[in-house]
């Protein structure tokens, strides 16, 4: 379409000349093995777990460098997100680094007027640029849309705390538009076999809150909420203090995608996968290809069975 529209001729004749042009050898296309690969796996990916889409990011530079890792899958998740998003999106944002650098990579110049809503409240001891009112704002200046933010934190100090927050009609406004949101762009933190996620690291933990995770059988945390090797929410004393929006009202969301990097999350992402918290997932090479060789091989039914 752009191609014609640039030669000022149909959609019709570009496809004619391209075809002659394949057959006379005029033009050929060449896919390089790594970027091969990667399409390869992500198919093998969306076919075995019943996903919407799988995209592996292809490898930058050494490839050994978590860094470039993270900014090579942020890069496909902002491409994703651009070309899936309609003016009737509203879209719900988690906080972290990989999303910031989603934001990063995004094309200022394409505007939908969207709604961008986030999805938990603030995490103080976080760098302000990753937390997700940040990045609600940094996506509604990019998209020249509306951001909505919960205008408190992400965890109180005891569940009545957190009742009566929920109660303040602001507040309870952004609740109201989790419902409607349509697409959701998160990360994952890993808590097994290590308790690699920031939330672990950073003091949003009190004393005693991880090891009680551990006893729950914690694998890891999505938009601030705890889950299990199934993928269910870990019946902790960090469920009721937490302002953030619920696993089955997350789950419900038509398009959740999932950005992430690390071979140190390949079994929190497993249970990610089996508790039907992602229909699009951006990944690594390696993530990837190790998903693969999952022995508890899903499939698209399986995943919908699981919570009917």
Known sequence: GDIAKKLSVSPS???????????????????????LECIEIGDELQRRYGLKEAIVAPPQGTGRDPEETKRAVALEG????QRVITDRDVLGVAWGGTMYHVIGHLNPCRKTANE????????????????????????????????FSLEARGLFGCADETRAMRRQKDIDAVFEK????????????????????PLARMGYLKDGELEELRHRGVYGDLVLRFFDREGRECDSSLKEKTLAIDLETYRNIPTKIIVVSGMHKIETLRAVIRGNLVDVLIVDRELGKELLHDPEKSTGESRSDMHA
């Open 13 to 35: 004749t570009i496809s004619r000349l391209l075809k002659r042009a394949r057959e006379e050898r005029i033009v050929t296309f060449v896919i390089p093995q790594p970027y």
């Open 78 to 81: 902002a491409r994703y997100v």
């Open 178 to 197: 989790f419902r409607g949101v349509t697409l959701s762009l998160s990360g994952v933190g890993s808590l097994h076999p290590r308790a690699d996620s």
């Open 116 to 147: 961008f809503v986030t999805l938990h409240g603030s995490i103080d001891c976080c760098d302000p640029k990753f937390d997700a009112k940040a990045l609600a704002s940094r996506l509604s200046m990019a998209f020249g849309g509306h951001p």
